[in-house]
């Protein structure tokens, strides 16, 4: 048993199939014209299915921690003083600002006015953002910045601040994560999710991993209070987290696994990812392509152990499935449909996620590779080549039936 399940057979075609995998991704990367089939690979994950299955399962409910108030139809910097201070006298735990307030206008009334009430309102995090990023020495999808942009009142009135850059879609790329901390110059920055967090519970920044955090896009509705109506709505500003942001900006929407969603409706779902210590453990690239090879042989010995068995077998079905490619292509999916299944079960009850796109090319592969090592085994009988290792192989077989 323990020969048929380790055999030199299924080492060279399971080789077969990984080299096939090397020169489709070393072709897609190494030529120009291959982009846009790389960028689609890039932006496509398992993850987005899977976020809408849960989405689609899940009883939806309101948050009862986070509020957002729309400031879209707010411009002038005098009603947005106003907005503040409305919210403020609503009492509530922590303020995120989601807006940069650059350099002074011609209104300076009222961008005094702005200023005199930041002073006076407490438990807020403004936003800021970082610029001339540039990636860091090996690690080119992180970027390093030289510069930020903050609100005209930076520098006069003493506040908490984090950056707002999410790195997401320039190309329309999928935004699925959000970052703890940055480099600016030489000094690391934290993120305005993290501050908010930080203001609210506590034992955010310092405790928690720096690196970038999985989105978990629960079914969760997050309540929009307009500008204007704020006092009427104490109830759902008094000792949450309220964001103030824009719901209509066209320019800050991003694309993410739930839709086209307002970057301030983003950043509720990151802060409540982090308030919930609720974290994704993705599988690093080696233990992915390990855990895809394991199971590509294993799938690979149960199709050759089934298709051996049928080929020894008298009965008439059996053809179905060794003289067509119909009958294993139709196992092949009902094989790929469990793993993915398997897949989604561990992402959604325990976390964790393993990227199966190489795994399915892999199985895909292997009806070809094995058919292909076949050929090859049976034409060098064929030919009297006398060779021991084609004596045993499993497909030998085929050989003899044909004699």
Not at 4 to 10: A, M, Q, T, V, Y
Not at 131 to 144: F, I, M, S, T
Not at 261 to 282: M, S
Request: hydrophobic share 40%; glycine share 6%; aromatic share 14%.
């Amino acid at each position: 048993m323990w020969k048929k399940i380790f055999h030199i057979d299924h080492v060279i075609v399971v080789g077969l199939v990984l080299v096939v995998i090397f020169l489709f991704k070393t072709t897609i990367n190494g030529l120009s014209f291959f982009d846009p089939v790389k960028r689609s690979l890039d932006n496509f994950s398992f993850r987005d299915i899977y976020y809408q299955l849960i989405q689609e399962s899940e009883s939806e409910h309101s948050s009862n921690i986070i509020t957002i108030v729309d400031m879209s139809s707010a411009y002038r910097r005098d009603h947005l003083a106003s907005i503040i201070e409305d919210i403020a006298s609503c009492e509530p735990a922590v303020l995120g600002v989601d807006i940069v307030f650059e350099g002074w206008r011609e209104d300076t009334i009222g961008s005094e006015l702005l200023m005199d009430v930041v002073r006076h309102t407490e438990n807020t995090v403004f936003s800021f953002k970082l610029k001339d990023g540039k990636p860091e020495d090996g690690e080119a999808d992180k970027l390093r910045f030289s510069g930020s942009v903050h609100s005209f009142f930076n520098d006069t009135v003493r506040i908490t601040e984090g950056f707002t850059n999410v790195e997401s879609d320039a190309d329309g790329q999928t935004l699925r994560t959000f970052p703890m901390s940055r480099c600016c110059g030489n000094e690391t920055v934290y993120s305005f999710t993290a501050q908010v967090a930080e203001a609210y519970q506590g034992n955010i920044i310092g405790e928690t991993n720096e690196e970038d955090r999985s989105v978990i896009f629960s079914r969760t509705t997050i309540e929009v209070v307009h500008c204007d109506s704020v006092r009427e709505h104490c109830d759902l500003i008094k000792d949450r987290i309220v964001l103030l942001g824009a719901m209509d900006d066209y320019v800050d929407r991003h694309y993410t696994p739930i839709g086209r969603i307002a970057g301030v409706e983003f950043q509720a779902y990151a802060i409540q990812t982090l308030l919930e210590h609720n974290d994704f453990r993705t599988m690093g690239t080696s233990t992915t392509w390990l855990v895809s090879i394991l199971i590509i042989y294993l799938t690979l010995v149960l199709r050759v152990s089934l298709y051996m068995y049928l080929k020894r077998s008298g009965h008439p079905f059996a053809a179905f499935f060794t003289d067509s490619s119909i009958g294993f292509t139709f196992l092949t999916f009902l094989w790929f449909c469990l793993i993915v299944t398997s897949n989604f079960f561990a992402f959604a009850i325990y976390y964790t996620y393993m990227d199966p796109l190489l795994l399915c090319m892999g199985i895909a592969l292997v009806g070809d590779a094995s058919a292909f090592y076949e050929a090859c085994v049976n034409y060098l009988l064929r030919k009297r080549f006398d060779w021991a290792f084609l004596r045993r192989s499993v497909y030998c077989i085929s050989s003899d039936s044909n004699n």
